[in-house]
């Protein structure tokens, strides 16, 4: 006779434990202490076997029902269900450990070693300061436990400091986390998919630069005068010269360079766009690194840290001296090296765009186009460096220069 509420609630305890039996093997456990317990019995291979459903009230008649029937699908499927519940628990215990702050430093040690998409060290460090923001807010939560508006509240803590573009950053790449979560199968959809329009939109700055040829020589002066560390006077030094990105210059090494060669060949793994980059280097850039070698040796890295020779120099520590000479961040940064050079360079007339982007390692879309350019360009690229670090010299010294005329060499 199957068993009702009423039943159940007038049932009395005994000196033992005893048993209400419901229908299909469902049953339940009248205690001596008046708890009552839902089990079930049933067969598996010939052996009989017990499930556990809880404690009623807590779960219902009704409940209890619905339980002994899911167990009795598994078994029509020819499974086990405390197997099968002990499998769930596992597979919950494991998601409860995948926490955001684990998937994210996984997806970054794979970005490192990603092939050619591989991130630069440089981006790498920064991504992985930028995914470190989120460690206090969903770091420490499963990540399929994440919901939107978890992953919207911990960015617009961000935002709320008045950090626009780093918020915007860190939403991109907590989005490349989940994603990454899914295609490794931890996760179902990205919480942050639909968040995009959610944050302020950072008005657009550039890198300070100086790009006035006056202005040029007054900096080039100001950085011969700098009395701060002697390896943050050379980096500033050649910065100019070279104009590539601050952290290609930073992690810079002896072993790429070939001075006899006159060239410095960065590895693809540190460049941007992932693609070895040829830099040609002028007599001033060689005479730069000659007075370095002289002092650190020929080994590790040209601009090593001031703590140690195994790590490059601080990505901050160019930015910081230039403050110190007195140029502010809309004035002059590390990076507006580049856009000196590009400016002044395209503005003489003498050299061909294709040459000036090459220089600067920007990427080409075309991959043949890209291979015909980095050939075709190699010896104009010579003798654009050598005259270059020529002009240098000349606003270095305070020579006028005459405007230059719109003729472009072929």
Not at 24 to 45: A, I, Q, T
Not at 223 to 232: A, F, L, N, R, V
Not at 244 to 268: F, M, N, S
Request: charged content about 30%.
């Amino acid at each position: 006779m199957a068993l009702s509420d009423i039943a159940i609630r007038k049932a009395k305890t005994r000196d033992k434990a005893y048993k209400l039996y419901d229908e299909l093997g469902l049953f339940l456990v009248v205690s001596p202490s008046g708890s009552r317990l839902w089990r079930m019995k049933y067969k598996r291979h010939g052996v009989e076997k017990k499930l556990s459903f809880g404690a009623y009230p807590e779960v219902g008649l009704r409940d209890a029902r619905n339980l002994r029937d899911d167990a009795r699908e598994l078994l029509a499927e020819g499974k086990d269900p405390a197997l099968e519940r002990h499998r769930e628990k596992l597979r919950k215990e494991a998601l409860a450990e995948i926490t955001f702050t684990r998937v994210a430093n996984e997806y970054c040690s794979k970005r490192r070693r990603d092939g050619d998409r591989a991130w630069a060290p440089a981006t790498a460090s920064r991504s992985e300061y930028l995914l470190s923001l989120l460690d206090n807010s969903i770091g420490k939560m499963p990540i399929h436990e994440i919901e939107p508006i978890d992953a919207l509240a911990a960015i617009r803590k961000i935002e709320k400091r008045g950090k626009l573009e780093t918020a915007r950053r860190t939403l991109q790449l907590a989005s490349a986390v989940f994603r990454y979560a899914i295609a490794t199968a931890r996760l179902k959809s990205d919480p942050t998919r639909d968040l995009r329009g959610a944050l302020l939109t950072p008005t657009v700055t550039h890198y300070g630069a100086v790009t006035e040829a006056k202005d040029v020589g007054k900096l080039l002066r100001a950085i011969d005068s700098y009395e701060g560390q002697g390896m943050t006077k050379w980096a500033l030094q050649l910065a100019p010269h070279v104009f590539v990105r601050p952290g290609e210059l930073r992690h810079a090494r002896w072993e790429e360079i070939d001075l006899d060669a006159a060239v410095w060949t960065i590895p693809a793994e540190k460049m941007k766009m992932r693609k070895p980059h040829h830099v040609p280097l002028s007599t001033q850039s060689i005479a730069i690194l000659l007075e370095i070698r002289s002092i650190t040796g020929s080994n590790g890295y040209v601009f090593p840290s001031m703590r140690s020779r195994t790590r490059p120099m601080s990505d901050n520590t160019l930015n910081a001296a230039l403050r110190r000479l007195g140029y502010s961040s809309d004035e002059m940064t590390a990076h507006g090296f580049r856009a000196m050079a590009s400016t002044l360079l395209n503005e003489s007339g003498k050299w061909s765009y294709d040459a000036i982007e090459r220089a600067l390692a920007h990427g080409d879309s075309d991959r043949v186009r890209a291979a015909y350019h980095r050939g075709r360009h190699w010896k104009e690229r010579v003798a654009m460096a050598q005259w270059w670090s020529d002009l240098l010299d000349s606003l270095r010294s305070g020579a006028t220069i005459l405007p230059f005329p719109e003729v472009m060499a072929c």
